[in-house]
């Protein structure tokens, strides 16, 4: 859609701005609203994002936040005085959504920011405030240790089962560094070795390692009005992550949970959270209990199956910015999300490895209504990643991590 349609029909209907679309979190919101009429811009610093490519949005390439923020928002402020009226946004990580939050008010008078400003946001950002804010609402953690020293590393240590996992209080320049999330910590050598890694990343978590593989990991995701109540709400769990043991989601299933739903909920609410969140526990198989690991303050790679379950969070938030609240349904159950285009060469790999049984794996597709990337009445972005990633395959050449 070019710029200059895209326009004339934000005219007639408040339009849409996603920020971040170079694979599936940010593509499927694009895909949520625009399947429901809603004009939307989709933004990314790369211009090989895959949304940009959408037949549902027009596409736009930012500044990149992570270089200088600054320019990110006098940009905005800038495209803001060209549409006809304002538009809702949709950050889809965190490299945007924090800068957003922090400027709400500077751009309040050309966008609408639908969720908590930045005085609520820190309690987000802040690993640490998320998991007192838990303890203060009753909600199971793992054991957990906050690490700012080489002194409370060594008793933290003594104190923490092992195996456990290392992570960041604020997670992006740890991610930017290891491209994951979390360290795996087998000893307390092993942490020392780790530590002297990451101890100029500030204050850090320790926690136990909860057992069980990706199938215990379960995502409440929902949307919490100004009031922080919910308008829309999501559970299901992960099939099958990359790494296995603490990485990406590369299939889902939906599967209600009522007690899970309420205990997210009464966690986002102590918060006093608005917004679109992904929680996320883990199942202890040792006693049942699901234990927080952590709470994104926005939508997550695969909260396309929210919506294929008839819980669609981007059309929740979008409606309540304008106006226009509803009620979304309750999810319908065992419908499953899929990224294929990584998933089934990774399961092949697997099976030639003996690692992992083919009936098992073909079983593991049924009840599959949706992929990540791929679409019937949007083939191109998915049309243009299996092109990279068959190139890539061809070449052996690494591709850039895009898919968190």
């Known amino acids: 859609m070019r710029f200059s349609r895209f326009v004339e029909t934000a005219a007639a209907q408040a339009p849409a701005a996603v920020f971040q679309v170079s694979y599936a979190c940010g593509l499927d919101i694009v895909r949520d609203l625009g399947r429901h009429g809603v004009p939307v811009l989709a933004l990314d610093a790369d211009p090989g994002a895959l949304g940009l490519r959408s037949r549902y949005a027009s596409g736009m390439v930012c500044p990149d936040p992570l270089a200088d923020e600054e320019a990110l928002v006098t940009w905005l402020e800038e495209l803001g005085a060209r549409l006809p009226q304002r538009a809702v946004v949709f950050p889809s990580h965190d490299e945007y959504i924090w800068p957003l939050s922090r400027h709400a008010e500077r751009l309040e008078p050309w966008?609408?920011?639908?969720?908590?400003?930045?005085?609520?946001?820190?309690?987000?950002?802040?690993?640490?405030?998320?998991?007192?804010?838990?303890?203060?609402?009753?909600?199971?953690?793992?054991?957990?240790?906050?690490?700012?020293?080489?002194?409370?590393?060594?008793?933290a240590a003594g104190e923490m089962p092992f195996p456990a996992v290392l992570k960041p209080v604020e997670s992006l320049a740890f991610k930017l560094r290891f491209h994951r999330h979390i360290l795996d910590v087998e000893s307390p050598a092993d942490l020392q070795r780790i530590y002297d890694k990451v101890d100029d990343l500030g204050t850090l978590i320790l926690q136990e390692r909860i057992p069980g593989g990706e199938t215990e990991l379960w995502t409440v995701g929902s949307y919490l009005d100004a009031g922080s109540r919910p308008l829309a709400v999501f559970t299901g769990h992960k099939l099958r992550q990359y790494p296995h043991a603490g990485g990406s989601c590369l299939a889902g299933v939906s599967a209600w949970d009522a007690d899970l739903a309420e205990a997210a909920l009464r966690l986002l609410q102590e918060l006093r959270f608005h917004g679109v969140s992904q929680v996320e526990f883990k199942r202890d198989p040792r006693d049942g209990r699901y234990c927080l690991m952590e709470v994104n303050a926005r939508h997550w790679k695969w909260h396309g199956l929210a919506a294929a379950c008839g819980v669609n969070l981007s059309l929740a938030a979008y409606r309540d910015a304008i106006g226009e609240p509803f009620m979304a349904p309750r999810q319908a159950d065992g419908v499953k999300w899929i990224v294929a285009n990584k998933d089934v060469p990774l399961a092949l790999l697997e099976i030639a490895k003996r690692q992992r049984h083919a009936g098992e794996y073909v079983r593991s597709l049924r009840g599959t209504r949706i992929d990540g990337l791929h679409s019937l009445r949007d083939p191109l972005p998915g049309l243009l990643n299996a092109y990279a990633v068959a190139r890539q395959v061809v070449t052996r050449q690494p591709r850039a991590r895009a898919d968190v």
């Open 111 to 155: 966008f609408i920011v639908p969720f908590s400003r930045w005085d609520a946001m820190q309690r987000v950002h802040d690993k640490r405030a998320q998991m007192e804010t838990a303890w203060r609402a009753g909600v199971d953690t793992p054991k957990t240790v906050f690490v700012s020293s080489g002194a409370e590393l060594e008793a």
